[in-house]
C-alpha cells in the first residue's frame, strides 16, 4: 500500500510521555482525520512524523514511506540530510497560521521557487513558470503579479492556498495539514476545504488532516482517528466515527459539540 | 424593557494615508437590554471589533452616539474614567495578550475588584464560578491553558460587578470542544450576575447556542437582526444564507460545505 504508515510512535519529553503509541495509516488519495481535544498529541504526532518534534524529545516507533517510487521503511531513522532530501520534496507540511508559516521579508516568489529550485534542481525561470503555475492550481488571482508580492499584501484565505501551493511544490505524496483552516473564516474554510479535497483527488494525495473541528472532518475526511492523552482511541470511516462512535470518549467528543440542525431548518434549540 | 445599551447611527472612520477615508462602521444600530445576551456575527474585516471598541470607549466616533442606561460613553483617555463608566467590561480575543505575565492571577482579579465600589465577591467566589480552583489565584498567567486563561480574563472582568460584559471573539483562539463550553460559561457568568453580555464572534454555529438575538454585520453595517432561532432557521439576508451555508456539520456525510 502507498501512503504513510505510522506505527507506534512514541515521543517522551521531560520524563512525559506525549505521544504513547500512536498507530495511523494514511493511504494515498485520501484525507485521514486526526481529532481529538487539546493537549491530545494529534499536533505533536504531525511535527513528530516530520521530525519537528520538540528539542530533546525522545522518539521510537516506525513511520514507513511508500509512494510507489521511493520506500522508506523508518522516516524516524533517516540521517539528517536524507531526512531533509524527503521533507519538502516528498512529505509537505501546512501550519495554522499562514501569517506566521510565510516569510513576511521575501516576496512570494521566492518563497515559491526557493525549494523547487534546491529539491528539484529548475533554472530560475523554470520554477518561476511552475510557480505561477501553482499560484493558478490553488486560485489566486493574477499569479504573474501575486509572484512580486509580499505576505502582507494578501488576506488570510489567500495566504492559506499560497502556503497550500508553497506545500504542494515539489509534487509531495503526502501532505500534513495542522489546523489549516482554524484561522479562517467559514466562508473561506469552504474555498479552502474544497481545494484540499480536490487535490487529494486529482494528486493522489495522502492527507493527514489535524483537526480539532468535527464539522470540518465531516466534510472532507475519509477515515477519521480520535487521538486522546496521546494514543488513537478509535479509528474508522468518516460515517461510522461520527455517527456510530464505538468508544465512550469518541461518543463524548461527538456529544459535546453544540446540537447543530441544519441551518435553514426550522427546528427548535435542544 | 429599556435598552442598557443603545447603539445609535454608531460610525467610526479610519483616515488611511493616500488611500482616503475607511469606513470601518457606517451607521449601526444595535440595542442590548439588561440581561439579554446579543450576538455579533460577521466575517474578519466587516467592523465588529472596531464596534466593541466603540462600545468601550477605545475608539472614537465620527458620528453618532453610544448610550449606556441613557448616558454618552465617554472617549478613554489617559485620565480614569468615572465610575459610572466602569460597568462596561471586556473580554479580549487572546488571553496570551490580555494578562500580565509577570503578575499573579489573583492579584490581576484583585484589581478588578478594586473597581467594584463593595459587595464584590471574593477572587475564590470569581474563580469557582469560573470552575477553576481558588489555588489558582497565587499561579501565573504562564501556568494555565488558553482555555483557562480565558476563565480568568472573564473572571477579571466580573470582578467589577459590570452592567454591560463584552466578549470580543472570546472563544476564537480555543479548541472545538472549549469554545462551547467557554461561551456557555460567558452567557452564564454575565446573567448570573445581572449583566448584560454581547458577544462578538464569526461563529454562528456557537452563537447561536447562547445568545438570544443575534445582529449579522457585513462591510461595517448590520444587515440582519432577530432571535436567534429565527435568524438561525429562517434567514432572511442573503448574506446570513451564505454565512449559514459555508457550516460545515458534523453529519459524517462527506458534504463539502458551499463557497
Not at chain 1, 138 to 155: G, I, K, M, N, T
Not at chain 2, 200 to 208: N, P, Q, Y
Amino acid at each position: 500500500m502507498t501512503g504513510l504508515e505510522i506505527r507506534g510512535l512514541v515521543l517522551e519529553l521531560g520524563g512525559r510521555r506525549i505521544l504513547d503509541g500512536v498507530d495511523v495509516t494514511v493511504p494515498a488519495g485520501q484525507v485521514t482525520g486526526l481529532a481529538g481535544e487539546s493537549g491530545s498529541g494529534k499536533t505533536m504526532t504531525g511535527l513528530t512524523v516530520m521530525g519537528l518534534q520538540p528539542a530533546g524529545g525522545r522518539v521510537t516507533g516506525t513511520v514507513a514511506y511508500d509512494d510507489g517510487e521511493v520506500q522508506v521503511p523508518d522516516l524516524l531513522a533517516l540521517r539528517p540530510g536524507a531526512l531533509n532530501r524527503m521533507r519538502g520534496r516528498r512529505i509537505a507540511m501546512v501550519f495554522q497560521d499562514p501569517t506566521a508559516s510565510l516569510q513576511p521579508m521575501l516576496s512570494i516568489g521566492t518563497q515559491l521557487t526557493d525549494h523547487l529550485r534546491h529539491h528539484l534542481g529548475l533554472s530560475r525561470g523554470a520554477a518561476r513558470t511552475r510557480a505561477a503555475e501553482l499560484l493558478e492550481r490553488v486560485r489566486v488571482p493574477d499569479p504573474e503579479a501575486a509572484l512580486r508580492r509580499y505576505p502582507h499584501q494578501f488576506s488570510g484565505g489567500q495566504l492559506q492556498r499560497i502556503a497550500i501551493a508553497v506545500a504542494i511544490a515539489c509534487e509531495p505524496k503526502v501532505l500534513i495539514a495542522d489546523e489549516p483552516t482554524t484561522a479562517l473564516d467559514v466562508t473561506v474554510q469552504a474555498g479552502v476545504l474544497r481545494l484540499l479535497r480536490e487535490l487529494t483527488d486529482d494528486l493522489g494525495l495522502a492527507v493527514l488532516l489535524v483537526t480539532h473541528d468535527l464539522g470540518v472532518m465531516s466534510a472532507v475526511a475519509d477515515t477519521v482517528a480520535v487521538m486522546r492523552h496521546g494514543a488513537v482511541v478509535e479509528h474508522g470511516p468518516r460515517y461510522q466515527v461520527i455517527r456510530e462512535p464505538r468508544t465512550d470518549y469518541a461518543k463524548e467528543l461527538v456529544e459535546s459539540l453544540p446540537h447543530t440542525p441544519p441551518p435553514g431548518v426550522g427546528e427548535d434549540r435542544s | 424593557m429599556t435598552a442598557r445599551l443603545a447603539v445609535e447611527g454608531a460610525t467610526v472612520t479610519y483616515r488611511q494615508p493616500g488611500r482616503g477615508v475607511l469606513t470601518a462602521v457606517d451607521g449601526v444600530d444595535l440595542e442590548v437590554r439588561a440581561g439579554e445576551v446579543v450576538g455579533l456575527v460577521g466575517e474578519s474585516g466587516c467592523g465588529k471589533s472596531t464596534l466593541a471598541r466603540a462600545v468601550c470607549g477605545l475608539e472614537p466616533l465620527t458620528g453618532g452616539r453610544i448610550l449606556l442606561d441613557g448616558e454618552p460613553v465617554k472617549r478613554l483617555g489617559f485620565r480614569p474614567r468615572e465610575v459610572r463608566q466602569r460597568r462596561i467590561q471586556m473580554v479580549f480575543q487572546n488571553p496570551y495578550a490580555s494578562l500580565n505575565p509577570r503578575r499573579r492571577v489573583g492579584a490581576q482579579i484583585e484589581d478588578g475588584r478594586r473597581v467594584a465600589e463593595g459587595g464584590a465577591p471574593s477572587v475564590a467566589e470569581l474563580l469557582d464560578a469560573v470552575g477553576l480552583d481558588a489555588v489558582a489565584a497565587g499561579r501565573y498567567p504562564h501556568e494555565f491553558s488558553g482555555g483557562q486563561r480565558q476563565r480568568v480574563a472573564i473572571a477579571r472582568a466580573m470582578a467589577t460587578g459590570p452592567d454591560l460584559l463584552i466578549g470580543d471573539e472570546p472563544i476564537a483562539s480555543l479548541d472545538a470542544s472549549l469554545q462551547a463550553r467557554v461561551a456557555d460559561l460567558m452567557r452564564r457568568v454575565a446573567l448570573d450576575r445581572g449583566a448584560s453580555l454581547l458577544f462578538i464572534s464569526h461563529d454562528l454555529a456557537v452563537v447561536r447556542v447562547i445568545a438570544d438575538r443575534i445582529a449579522v454585520m457585513q462591510a461595517g453595517r448590520i444587515v440582519e437582526q432577530g432571535p436567534a432561532e429565527q435568524v438561525w432557521a429562517d434567514p432572511q439576508h442573503p448574506y446570513t444564507r451564505r454565512l449559514l451555508a459555508a457550516i460545515p456539520i458534523a453529519d459524517g456525510l462527506g458534504r463539502l460545505p458551499a463557497v
